[in-house]
Each structure stands twice: as structure tokens, then as C-alpha cells.
Nanobody
């Protein structure tokens, strides 16, 4: 039973912060490259961030680079995406996904990822 569950989304004012969590069960996240994607209404799902299985190298999309960090806590089998200085254009459903791949592509590609969570809604509005 392989499962990914996102949490930590919600309503936040512009300039605020959120920490999104991606908790795995049925497999060990340490063995997978983990990507974060987001999809806003009417737009394609896009890669936001990634942390590799090989060496924990990181990728951030230009739209969030400098405002975000991604990290692993292997003791909790969880990956986090910290997002700061949030903007209205960050509003989207955020998904985490696991890939049987050693490295992060630039940008992460949907077809590389084998397991997906159900998503967590992030709304940035005053």
C-alpha cells in the first residue's frame, strides 16, 4: 500500500508563509526523488520544487526560488516545502510526488513520477 499525503495548505495573506508536508506510507521516501507540483485553475500542472534521492540536491522553479526551501526528515518519512513571502499567484493545489529516479530534472516532469498525493489547497489572498 503506497500512499502520499499532503498537508499544511490553507488560506494565508500575501507575504505570509506556509510549510507543506508530504508524508509517505508503504515505501521509504529516502529512496525516491520527491517533487512538488502545483496546479491553478485553467493552468497546467507545473513543477515547483524537487529534492533528489541521490544526494539531496534541490531544484526550485524560478517563480518560487529565493522564497522556498525543501527538506527531508527521514525519521518521519516526510518531505517539507517551506514557502515564504507568498503571493496571490502562488494560489493552487499543491501535490507531492515520488519518482524512481536519482536526480531532479529542470523542471521536474510529471511523467517521471510514479506516486502522487491527493493535493493540498493553498490560497493566498487578503
Amino acid at each position: 500500500q503506497v500512499q502520499l499525503v499532503e498537508s499544511g495548505g490553507g488560506l494565508v495573506q500575501p507575504g505570509g508563509s506556509l510549510r507543506l508536508s508530504c508524508a509517505a506510507s508503504g515505501f521509504t521516501l529516502d529512496y525516491y526523488t520527491i517533487g512538488w507540483f502545483r496546479q491553478a485553475p485553467g493552468k497546467e500542472r507545473e513543477g515547483v520544487s524537487c529534492i533528489s534521492s541521490n544526494d539531496d540536491s534541490r531544484y526550485f522553479a524560478h517563480s518560487v526560488k529565493g522564497r522556498s526551501t525543501i527538506s527531508r526528515d527521514n525519521t518521519k518519512n516526510t518531505v517539507y516545502l517551506q514557502m515564504n513571502n507568498l503571493k496571490p499567484e502562488d494560489t493552487a493545489v499543491y501535490y507531492c510526488a515520488a519518482a524512481n529516479h536519482y536526480y531532479c530534472s529542470d523542471p521536474p516532469q510529471i511523467y517521471d513520477y510514479d506516486y502522487w498525493g491527493q493535493g493540498t489547497q493553498v490560497t493566498v489572498s487578503s
